[in-house]
């Protein structure tokens, strides 16, 4: 937990989160997109997202790059 107490008189806690859980699930968020691009019979496919999905997309360009 990351306090930040020199902002008085408010107290602000940020929750600090694991990384390597939220990029684990990009990937697996990444590769479930590629499986069901390539069920839809899809050989080659592109993505794009903002906010949260550019995280997703990213992978997905790392991960799948001849899709």
Same mark, same amino acid.
């Given at each position: 937990?990351?306090?930040?107490?020199?902002?008085?008189?408010?107290?602000?806690?940020?929750?600090?989160? !694991?990384?390597? !859980?939220?990029?684990?699930?990009? %990937?697996?968020?990444?590769? %479930?997109? #590629?499986?069901?691009?390539?069920?839809?019979?899809?050989?080659?496919?592109? %993505?794009?997202? #903002? !906010?949260?999905?550019?995280?997703?997309?990213?992978?997905? %360009?790392?991960?799948?790059?001849?899709?």
């Amino acid at each position: 937990m990351i306090t930040c107490a020199d902002i008085s008189p408010f107290r602000i806690q940020i929750p600090q989160t !694991d990384l390597d !859980d939220l990029h684990d699930r990009l %990937a697996r968020t990444a590769m %479930a997109f #590629g499986e069901l691009m390539t069920r839809l019979g899809y050989e080659r496919f592109g %993505a794009e997202g #903002g !906010d949260l999905g550019v995280g997703v997309t990213g992978r997905v %360009a790392m991960l799948l790059p001849t899709g």
